[in-house]
């Protein structure tokens, strides 16, 4: 499928081409957007743990990008979802596929509990059930172990340990802002190559739903060339009502 930006007669579009500091000042470009996205967390940063939590170097452990990459876990796998969006649900649901004995812990009382908000909470966790997903809701996880994993109920701390080959951690991202940061400190340079305006954007800004990083790009693209509006909203947003005849 051809994408709509790519025909366009003004844009040009270079895919695998990682970019510099260095080579971003030589093309002389007058805006630059770095929309350069993030990567999972591996050590369990979360909305439990705001410090890495204790983890033997012996269990493997692997973070979302790691499966999308190919490299997958074997055998019994626990999936730690502190995020509460679709990925837990959605790598479950792969790994089942794939032959493993998977179990997903969460601290919510809901599987991808933030699908309550698009209406696809309920299909989510009956099609997990379906696969033979041990679902364990209202669990943290406190300490990985060789061979094993401690979790922790969210209300009255009790721990249990458990067995596990593996944990894939779904918990949050940190964002790639390097290039960003690169760039920021040779803003002096900026004025005398040309360039007006450097933005960064999207999860290289702030991680979020994959809805606020397209808005972010759309919205970069739309007011690249508008005044500066404060903080007004960049959108107009319809309020209906029902009127009196």
Not at 37 to 56: C, E, K, L, Y
Not at 84 to 89: D, S
Not at 129 to 147: H, S
Not at 196 to 217: F, M, R
């Amino acid at each position: 499928m051809t994408s709509p930006l790519s025909q366009k007669p003004n844009v040009e579009t270079y895919f695998d081409s990682a970019l510099n500091a260095d080579q971003i000042l030589e093309f002389g470009f007058e805006n630059i957007c770095i929309a350069t996205g993030s990567n999972w967390r591996a050590d369990g940063v979360s909305r439990q743990h705001v410090v890495p939590m204790p983890i033997d170097s012996t269990m493997p452990v692997f973070t979302p990008d790691d499966v999308m990459a190919g490299n997958m876990p074997t055998g019994n796998v626990t999936i730690y979802d502190d995020d509460h969006y679709y990925m837990g649900g959605v790598i479950a649901e792969l790994l089942v596929e794939k032959g493993c004995a998977v179990t997903l812990v969460t601290p919510c009382a809901y599987v991808s509990d933030w699908t309550q908000n698009t209406l696809e909470q309920a299909t989510i966790h009956k099609r997990l059930a379906e696969l033979g997903v041990d679902i364990q809701l209202n669990r943290g996880v406190t300490q990985i172990l060789k061979g094993s994993i401690m979790t922790n109920c969210t209300f009255t701390d009790r721990t249990r340990e458990q067995e596990a080959d593996a944990i894939v951690m779904v918990a949050s991202r940190l964002p790639n802002d390097i290039l960003h940061r690169e760039l920021s400190l040779r803003e002096a340079e900026w004025a005398d190559v040309g360039i007006k305006s450097v933005e960064l954007i999207g999860d290289a800004n702030a991680p979020g739903p994959i809805a606020w990083a397209t808005y972010a790009g759309h919205n970069y693209a739309r007011t690249l060339d508008c005044e500066d509006i404060g903080d007004a909203l960049p959108f107009r947003r319809e309020i209906a009502e029902l009127a009196v005849d």
